[in-house]
């Protein structure tokens, strides 16, 4: 059974910094496609960041040079580091992984990230 637990989460102020890990268990970690979404209220979730197993990455156009995943497959986690964040970051931040064979998700019970002064 997988299983994926966030943490990091928080109240931040405006240009803050916070790293999310998500550590991954009943998995073979590396043929995952690991992923963090986000959902704002009142909004649909949404694609943040995601990293294969290779460690190719990809970043929606609102984070890109603020955030950076990376991977551990030695410690099954995925972390995302979330630097100069916006008000707009606000949001819950859920942990994804993707079966590469199968395509299947598994998710994260989210954690809420705050950017409020």
């Known amino acids: 059974q997988v299983q994926l637990v966030e943490s990091g989460g928080g109240l931040v102020q405006p240009g803050g910094s916070l790293r999310l890990s998500c550590a991954a268990s009943?998995?073979?970690?590396?043929?995952?496609?690991m992923g963090w979404y986000r959902q704002a209220p009142g909004k649909q979730r949404e694609l943040v960041a995601q990293?294969?197993?290779?460690?190719?990455?990809f970043y929606v156009d609102s984070v890109k040079g603020r955030f950076t995943i990376s991977r551990d497959n030695a410690k099954n986690t995925v972390y995302l580091q979330m630097n100069s964040l916006k008000p707009e970051d606000t949001a819950v931040y859920y942990c994804?992984?993707?079966?590469?064979?199968?395509?299947?998700?598994?998710w994260g019970q989210g954690t809420q990230i705050t950017v409020s002064s």
């Open positions: 990293i294969t197993s290779g460690g190719s990455t």
């Open positions: 009943g998995i073979i970690f590396r043929i995952y496609t």
């Open positions: 994804n992984a993707r079966n590469i064979l199968t395509r299947a998700d598994s």
